[in-house]
T-cell receptor, first 112, second 114 residues
Framework: KQEVTQIPAALSVPEGENLVLNCSFT??????LQWFRQDPGKGLTSLLL?????REQTSGRLNASLDKSSGRSTLYIAASQPGDSATYLC???????????FGTGTSLTVIP | SQTIHQWPATLVQPVGSPLSLECTVE??????LYWYRQAAGRGLQLLFY??????ISSEVPQNLSASRPQDRQFILSSKKLLLSDSGFYLC?????????????FGDGTRLSIL
């Protein structure tokens, strides 16, 4: 069964710092990997989706990479801002269709 | 543009009471619909998904059920709630265009069982 792990569980950085969030998965048979942001008490907001044939995706200050063979993805946030404070989750879509496996997230705090 | 609505936002229910959570999507037709539960300190768990009216697939055996009476309406129900049903319930949709379609989530329902 697919297992998705996110390390660290929590991260605190000063404003302006570049940072990397990590996501690992045990089964490389995936269609894609998606990164989400979740604000406290809210639903998830989709940030980036990387298809299995792609190596990376970029949106603004965010860059996500995917190494399917090693079962890893990173989310790079450049020039972090206090508004980036949230929990970031990754999820993979398995080959069985409509199967999405989520990590437990990394809680990010950007200190002004 | 597409929007997804969930209600209620919060709910407090006694053990053994029934449950009905509703989710609707606007601005699209024939979406794939999903119900997830997020328990404290745990990742999202897919409970049900639906690819069309009346078509429900269950991922986890439990005392919950789901129904899709209309194309853009997805309902999560229970006849008798358990303490373990507490959690944050999220509804999501994606385009019905095969794989590699991002999921879009509602704001969730916080369910507390007393």
């Amino acid at each position: 069964k697919q297992e998705v792990t996110q390390i660290p569980a929590a991260l605190s950085v000063p404003e302006g710092e570049n940072l990397v969030l990590n996501c690992s998965f045990t089964d490389s048979a995936i269609y894609n990997l998606q990164w989400f942001r979740q604000d406290p008490g809210k639903g998830l907001t989709s940030l980036l989706l990387i298809q299995s044939s792609q190596r990376e995706q970029t949106s603004g200050r965010l860059n996500a990479s995917l190494d399917k063979s090693s079962g890893r993805s990173t989310l790079y946030i450049a020039a972090s801002q206090p508004g980036d404070s949230a929990t970031y989750l990754c999820a993979v879509e398995g080959f069985t269709g409509n199967q999405f496996y989520f990590g437990t997230g990394t809680s990010l705090t950007v200190i002004p | 543009s597409q929007t997804i609505h969930q209600w209620p936002a919060t709910l407090v229910q006694p053990v053994g009471s029934p449950l009905s959570l509703e989710c609707t999507v606007e601005g699209t037709s024939n979406p794939n619909l999903y119900w997830y539960r997020q328990a404290a300190g745990r990742g999202l768990q897919l409970l049900f998904y639906s690819v069309g009216i009346g078509q429900i697939s269950s991922e986890v055996p439990q005392n919950l059920s789901a129904s899709r009476p209309q194309d853009r309406q997805f309902i999560l129900s229970s006849k008798k709630l358990l303490l373990s049903d507490s959690g944050f319930y999220l509804c999501a949709w994606s385009w019905d265009r095969g794989v590699n379609q991002p999921q879009h989530f509602g704001d969730g329902t916080r369910l507390s069982i007393l």
